[in-house]
């Protein structure tokens, strides 16, 4: 049985936290932008339309109103406002887009398009829809009452859509990056959950057993010792063989020694990493390896793929395997580190994820070395010194010839 030896860091960590935060963020902050945008181009059609000084002043403070249900709207799902919007909101936001044309007339052209964009994000889509469509309608024979052309009112039903679909993608983008950025960090946290639940299923398996024979053996010693003496010596001899049983368990557990495949892990990982969205290339060219030195590859992998999903974003992965002789190298390469900015290796005990495996390779007579390419890319390399036998000669000759 094997059990991860990846300790999470802190929750703490508040770098960490806003690097995992920064693709929400920036998706919120450039709808926030674009919406401020769109309402600053409104706000230079009433100051080119001559209002009078109070006129301008009400029809700005009706623009702000209708910002701010804008906002309101477009930030619907997302954390980013305690207020949750009802449909109340959407019919003041009507109020605000229809009513004002009584005064400002074609001057107040650039709102509807920020209605039809608040119904397709609030309502059904049975109803939003058609919805959307009477309001584009609407808003083509208000602009035909101003006695414009008909090519006016083909450009002011174009723009209206238009505007209304952009801020309609934007606020439904900006939600599904967030989505998946909480996603991915639940998957890490059942990841994390699953580990831990393996390991007290493991240590319970193994130590439930030893400890139970343990207690009872002690039982009976206790009693044997003033009638058998030498019955309950037997005993003690067992008990101590038992007992030094149970801490080679403690330790298998403890270490993750036990057999594993490299391309067994190899292909657990390209499914899992594929489940979470990320791109994965696997090839490997090892060959049928010793067991020790398939185990110890198969662990670096194992180990290199969770500080990879803990630490970074990555988007793309390579795995991939070669043999020349007797040197084995696996090779772990994400491009996710850019996104993080540095390489999060040590945790709140001082030790290094990093460490620990570079001494399990060494244990090998192997090497272990991480670093970031000049592409960008994190790149975690492993090589393993197989042991020399006729084979392994007989290729190193094959590869000098």
């Not at 009400?58 to 910002?67: E, V, W």
């Not at 009507?94 to 007339?105: E, H, K, V, W």
């Not at 020694?257 to 290339?281: H, I, K």
Request: proline share 3%; glycine share 6%.
């Amino acid at each position: 049985m094997h059990v991860n030896t990846y300790v999470e860091q802190p929750s703490t960590d508040t770098g960490q936290q806003r690097a995992r935060d920064l693709a929400p963020r920036v998706a919120t902050g450039i709808t926030a932008i674009v919406l401020c945008g769109f309402f600053g181009i409104a706000a230079t059609y009433l100051l080119a339309a001559h209002l009078t000084p109070i006129t301008l002043i009400s029809a700005i403070l009706l623009l702000l109103a209708t910002l701010s249900t804008q906002v309101l709207h477009s930030f619907a799902r997302q954390k980013v406002l305690s207020f949750k919007p009802q449909r109340l909101t959407l019919i003041a936001q009507g109020c605000l887009t229809y009513g004002p044309f009584l005064f400002l007339g074609r001057a107040w052209l650039g709102m509807p398009g920020f209605l039809a964009a608040s119904t397709l994000l609030l309502l059904p889509a049975a109803l939003a829809w058609p919805l959307f469509a009477a309001e584009i309608v609407a808003t083509d024979v208000i602009v035909s009452g101003f006695g414009v052309s008909t090519a006016d009112i083909a450009y002011t039903t174009v723009a209206t859509i238009l505007t209304s679909l952009v801020v309609y993608g934007l606020s439904r983008l900006s939600e599904l990056v967030k989505e998946v950025d909480d996603s991915r960090a639940e998957l890490a946290r059942l990841a994390i959950a699953q580990e831990r639940l393996r390991f007290a299923r493991d240590l319970h398996d193994l130590l439930g057993y030893s400890l139970s024979a343990i207690t009872l053996k002690c039982e009976l010693a206790y009693r044997l010792v003033p009638r058998q003496p030498d019955r309950a010596q037997e005993e003690l001899t067992e008990i101590l063989r038992t007992a030094r049983q149970a801490l080679a368990d403690v330790r298998t557990v403890a270490r993750g020694y036990r057999d594993m495949s490299l391309a067994v892990e190899a292909s657990t990982a390209e499914s899992m990493l594929s489940m979470l969205g990320v791109r994965t290339s696997v090839l490997l060219n090892c060959g049928e390896l010793p067991t020790a030195a398939d185990t110890v590859l198969a662990t670096v992998l194992r180990e290199g793929l969770t500080n990879m999903l803990r630490h970074s974003k990555a988007e793309n992965v390579e795995i991939t395997g070669d043999r020349l002789g007797a040197v084995v190298r696996l090779s772990i390469t994400n491009d996710g580190v850019g996104r993080i900015g540095r390489i999060p290796a040590t945790d709140a005990t001082g030790s290094s994820g990093i460490s620990n495996l570079t001494a399990r390779v060494e244990e090998h007579g192997g090497r272990l070395s991480a670093e970031i390419r000049e592409d960008g890319w994190f790149a975690l390399t492993a090589e393993i010194m197989l042991p020399a036998t006729e084979d392994t000669l007989q290729e190193q000759q094959g590869a000098l010839a």
